[in-house]
């Protein structure tokens, strides 16, 4: 599977980083799932948050590389974005999930049309990243 997902030449929107947080309430895992459809859509490649937070050096060397990247943080405590400053990689798109009205809580039943509503907002987030990535691959992990 790593060399469907390392490669280089992908179309424009399969350049997106894409970063969920994915933590205990019904917001990050909104967030995770709004990346995990994205990803199967073919807008980005979801990207492991845990593998920078550890500091893996590959996956810090790609977030910091990546010319387009987008962080999805289910609450204003900013867990991905936390990490992003962190290893100092520069927040490109981003978006909140409370933010957008979303009550956070501990209802785990998530609705479709709330996961459309997350991953409309990801998207219009995107919007003026680069086009191109300017290395032409961007590996997942």
Known sequence: MAEQCCET?????????????????????LSNQAAVELTVEGFGKMFCLAGIGAHLSGFVRSAQDTPAMVAIDGCNVGCAK????????????????????????????LERETIEKVKAAVKEACKDLPTEASSGMVCCG
């Not at 980083?17 to 895992?29: H, Y």
Request: proline residues 4%.
């Open 82 to 109: 936390a990490i992003l400053e962190h290893i100092q990689a520069p927040l490109k798109a981003y978006v909140v999930l409370t933010d957008l009205g979303i009550e956070k809580n501990k209802n785990f039943q």
């Open 9 to 29: 030449g992908a179309s424009p929107q399969g350049n997106v980083m894409i970063l969920a947080c994915s933590g205990g309430s019904n917001v990050g895992q």
